[in-house]
């Protein structure tokens, strides 16, 4: 199970921290995304880490202003947030890739990703 916190109502430039909380200590193992869904619009892929962070990708919409970090000590996954703009306001959502678990192989598509938080959501105000 995950369960994503950290959301809200931020003003444009503004910063959050997204936190993804694993109720399994094998999520750590796993590649772990975060994806989002714009209001009215399809899930779109936001960043994501293989089980050490060794291995990250972005949408480039968010490269450069956003962060995936993992604590695999503590099973959590974070995606700061900076120079937030309105168009990065949606529900925000992580999730966990366990086919390739202590891998370097990372997915950026939602379809490997096998288990998914409810969502928290992020608003940003122009």
């Known amino acids: 199970q995950l369960v994503e916190s950290g959301g809200g109502l931020v003003q444009a430039g503004g910063s959050l921290r997204l936190s993804c909380a694993a109720s399994?200590?094998?999520?750590?193992?796993?590649?772990m995304g975060w994806f989002r869904q714009p209001p009215g619009k399809e899930r779109e892929f936001v960043a994501a880490?293989?089980?050490?962070?060794?291995?990250?990708y972005y949408s480039e919409s968010v490269k450069g202003r956003f962060t995936i970090s993992r604590d695999n000590a503590n099973s959590a996954v974070y995606l700061q947030m900076n120079n937030l703009k309105a168009e990065d306001t949606a529900d925000y959502y992580c999730?966990?890739?366990?086919?390739?678990?202590?891998?370097?192989?990372?997915?950026?598509?939602?379809?490997?990703?096998?288990?998914w938080g409810q969502g928290t959501q992020v608003t940003v105000s122009s």
């Open positions: 999730a966990a890739d366990p086919r390739h678990p202590y891998s370097d192989y990372v997915s950026m598509g939602a379809e490997h990703y096998d288990y």
């Open positions: 399994e200590g094998s999520f750590r193992r796993y590649a």
């Open positions: 880490s293989n089980w050490n962070t060794r291995t990250t």
